[in-house]
Structures are given as C-alpha cells and as structure tokens.
C-alpha cells in the first residue's frame, strides 16, 4: 500500500514563498506521475502541477511561471515551489501520485497553504 505524506504548509503573505513537500512509503515500481492538487473551500478540487517519473512537467495556467514542480525518485519525493503567491492560492494542497502500470492513484491527506492580503 502507497501513502503519501505532505509537509511545508501554512500562512504567508501575498508575493511570498513557500515549498510544499511530499513523501511516498510503500513498494513504487514502474512508471508514474506525482502531481499537486488544490481544493479552494467550497470549490472542487484541481490539478495544480504533475510530473512524470522521466521529468515532464506540466502546469495548471493560473500558476505557470510562478511554480515549479520537481522530484526525486530516489527519495520517492515531490517538490512544489510557490513563488510570488497570491490570496487565490489560498487552498488545502493534496499531494497525488498515479501508478501507470497498476492504473491506481493515491492521495495525501492534505496541508493548509494560506495567503493573506
């Protein structure tokens, strides 16, 4: 079973940064896609950023140039970098992972990313 951890939430200022981590336990073999996902409060949930196991990166429009996502497989990990964050951004941020071969996806339990005015 995959469980995935996030970390690096919390309250930051418009035009701040912040970097949210993620990290998977379990057996991962074969090739997948780990990606950021956000849910505003009364809002549905949305695709943030994702990356594949090779290093393609995809972006949401609303943050592209602001964000970067990256990885390490070695460490099973995945990395949001939030720059110049807006109180749009505010949302609880889930980490996600996508197993290509298995065709099962699993999600974190969520971190608080607040932006104040």
């Known amino acids: 079973q995959v469980q995935l951890v996030e970390s690096g939430g919390g309250l930051v200022q418009a035009g701040g940064s912040l970097r949210l981590s993620c990290t998977a336990s379990?057996?991962?073999?074969?090739?997948?896609?780990m990606g950021w996902y956000r849910q505003a409060p009364g809002k549905q949930r949305t695709v943030v950023a994702t990356?594949?196991?090779?290093?393609?990166?995809s972006y949401a429009d609303s943050v592209k140039g602001r964000f970067t996502i990256s990885r390490d497989n070695a460490e099973k990990a995945v990395y949001l970098q939030m720059d110049s964050l807006k109180p749009e951004d505010t949302a609880v941020y889930y980490c996600?992972?996508?197993?290509?071969?298995?065709?099962?996806?699993?999600w974190g339990q969520g971190t608080q990313v607040t932006v104040s005015s």
């Open positions: 996600w992972m996508y197993r290509l071969t298995r065709g099962s996806e699993y």
């Open positions: 379990g057996s991962i073999f074969g090739p997948n896609v």
């Open positions: 990356i594949s196991s090779g290093g393609s990166a």
